[in-house]
């Protein structure tokens, strides 16, 4: 089965400064990424989608680009916010539509 | 649409107790899932319903987990004697499939404690 990869497991930038997330995924069938962020005590939230056929989106201060050649993926924030501290998970999504979801990445901006 | 809800929002229960999580999917979604999320593991997904139907269920730690979805716009996840390391956040997510994958919806979460 699939097996999805992230890097790093806490990340502390300073408010303004960007952050990276990564991840690494096994199946090569996987055509779907999503990144999803989870604030304390919710449900993770769909925050950006990639598919197989697109290797960048970007929707305002969030993008993430996909390397299918070496099956990795990544979360970038720029102009990073306190508002924007939580757990972030990518995940990966083939035509089963289950989604494995990596580790987490538990993100801190400090003022 | 209120999204997905889950009930109850948190559960403490004694070791040996039966455990029922329930879900109500959004309407008109068509994929349910469930998933716990603990520390060391992570969000693992335990099993998958498309159109009522269990789809695939190997995620299903033990025989002490079940879960029934008899319509649309209900599932339950039940756990036969409940024993100390359930205790985690269980979560409930749908979506609804068109040519390819899309967003999966999460619930809340239920937060089930087993002493």
């Known amino acids: 089965g699939e097996n999805v990869e992230q890097h790093p497991s806490t990340l502390s930038v300073q408010e303004g400064d960007s952050a990276v997330i990564k991840c690494t995924y096994s199946d090569s069938a996987s055509n779907y990424f999503p990144w999803y962020k989870q604030e304390l005590g919710k449900g993770p939230q769909l925050i950006i989608d990639i598919r197989s056929n697109v290797g960048e989106k970007k929707d305002q201060r969030i993008a993430v680009t996909l390397n299918k050649t070496a099956k990795h993926f990544s979360l970038h924030i720029t102009e990073t916010q306190p508002e924007d501290s939580a757990v972030y998970f990518c995940?990966?999504?083939?035509?089963?539509?289950?989604?494995?979801f990596g580790t987490g990445t538990r993100l801190q901006v400090t003022l | 649409d209120a999204g997905v809800i889950q009930s109850p929002r948190h559960e403490v229960t004694e070791m040996g107790q039966e455990v029922t999580l329930r879900c109500k999917p959004i309407s008109g979604h068509d994929y349910l899932f469930w998933y716990r999320q603990t520390m060391m593991r992570g969000l693992e997904l335990l099993i998958y319903?498309?159109?009522?139907?269990?789809?695939?269920d190997s995620g299903m730690p033990e025989d002490r987990f079940s879960a029934k979805m008899p319509n649309a716009s209900f599932s339950t996840l039940k756990i036969q004697p409940s024993e100390p390391r359930d205790s985690a956040v269980y979560f409930c997510a749908s979506s609804k499939r068109r040519r390819m994958n899309t967003e999966a919806f999460f619930g809340q979460g239920t937060r089930l404690t087993v002493v």
């Open positions: 319903f498309n159109n009522n139907v269990p789809i695939d």
């Open positions: 995940a990966a999504g083939g035509t089963a539509s289950k989604l494995t």
